[in-house]
Nanobody
Framework: QVQLVESGGGLVQAGGSLRLSCTAS????????MGWFRQAPGKEREWVAV????????YNTDSVKGRFTISRDNAKNSVFLQMNSLKPEDTAVYYC????????????????WGQGTQVTVSP
């Protein structure tokens, strides 16, 4: 079993920045991709960003391109999401996800999930 714990959420004004962190523990042996999803009130969970095991490949959803950057530190079993130029529409609970491949993460196939961290962006 794998446990994911997110941190770094909070309240920020529009235009501000936050850095989310997620650390994996438990049966984390082997290579795996990690990513971030978010769910706003009344909306479905949506994929935000994903990064491969090596970190050489990463992808963002269109709405956050140029503003959010995903990175990882395999020595610490951690993935990060640097969020800049935040907008009120970025307000959501952000979830960390882990799966065998980046494609699997994006499709939500057999993902392990964290408990989520709230990000609130005020106008």
């Amino acid at each position: 079993q794998v446990q994911l714990v997110e941190s770094g959420g909070g309240l920020v004004q529009a235009g501000g920045s936050l850095r989310l962190s997620c650390t994996a523990s438990g049966r984390t042996f082997g290579r795996y991709a990690m990513g971030w999803f978010r769910q706003a009130p009344g909306k479905e969970r949506e994929w935000v960003a994903v990064i491969s095991w090596s970190g050489s490949s990463s992808y963002n959803t269109d709405s956050v391109k140029g503003r959010f950057t995903i990175s990882r530190d395999n020595a610490k079993n951690s993935v990060f999401l640097q969020m800049n130029s935040l907008k009120p529409e970025d307000t959501a609970v952000y979830y960390c996800a882990l799966a065998s491949t980046a494609g699997a993460v994006v499709q939500g196939l057999n993902n392990y999930w964290g408990q989520g961290t709230q990000v609130t962006v005020s106008p």
